[in-house]
């Protein structure tokens, strides 16, 4: 079964140091998504990319995050400097373009900033 | 006002009860809705479309209403294995993030 795939599934960093997650989506998925997830809460959108375009990073923190998509494949997120309150597990998702569809997730970057 | 509002819970419910969650969105506009299911330090996974008809799968049965811009979620016969967090979540359209109540938790006791 086709799987997103998170890379690292654990991240424990310093805060102002910089750190970074992997997101393979899907074959085919022309839709990925960035979500944040606080222990406790939902998930809320960082970034979504449509190939390898933004199509709204308007909840994305500019100053310290930043995401790309170069190939429309695969994506990267990264943190610089990171924070304490930036501790929370960080989702990849994917979905097929067109109709509202199902969004299927990676296992997640579960980040401690210490 | 959040967008998508639930009762965070917890439930806590005996084995075979029938449990319900409701969840209420903000956005008039909204066109497509679904139920999430978390499981404790897991992925969100889809657990089913809610359609303006109503909708079933099994011991699951989703409402949506419109007017009341108002979704429900109903479980029957409870399992064990049904405990997890249910995540309400709203789109506007086809390619439109996903919006995401904050989970209702549901514990099912033996």
């Known amino acids: 079964e086709a799987e997103v795939a998170q890379s690292p599934r654990y991240k424990i960093t310093e805060k102002s140091q910089a750190v970074a997650f992997w997101c393979d989506p899907i074959s085919g998925h022309a839709t990925l998504y960035w979500y944040r997830q606080i222990l406790g809460q939902g998930p809320e959108l960082l970034v979504q990319?449509?190939?390898?375009?933004?199509?709204?990073d308007s909840q994305l923190p500019k100053d310290r995050f930043s995401a790309e998509r170069l190939k429309g494949v695969d994506s990267t997120l990264k943190i610089q400097p990171a924070e304490l309150g930036d501790s929370a597990m960080y989702l990849c998702?994917?979905?097929?373009?067109?109709?509202?569809?199902?969004?299927?997730f990676g296992q997640g970057t579960r980040l401690t900033v210490v | 006002r959040k967008e998508v509002e639930q009762d965070p819970g917890p439930f806590n419910v005996p084995e075979g009860a029938t449990v319900a969650f409701n969840c209420t969105y903000s956005?008039?506009?909204?066109?497509?809705f679904f139920w999430y299911r978390q499981d404790c330090r897991k992925e969100p996974k889809l657990l089913m479309s809610v359609y303006s008809s109503g909708n079933e799968d099994g011991r699951f049965t989703a409402q949506l209403n419109r007017a009341s811009q108002y979704i429900s979620l109903l479980i029957r016969d409870s399992k064990l294995s049904d405990s997890a967090t249910y995540l309400c979540?709203?789109?506007?359209?086809?390619?439109?993030?996903?919006?995401f109540g904050k989970g209702t938790r549901l514990s099912v006791i033996a």
């Open positions: 998702a994917s979905s097929s373009q067109g109709s509202p569809s199902e969004a299927f």
């Open positions: 979540v709203v789109t506007l359209s086809g390619n439109t993030p996903l919006v």
């Open positions: 956005n008039s506009a909204s066109q497509s």
């Open positions: 990319f449509q190939d390898e375009s933004v199509v709204d």
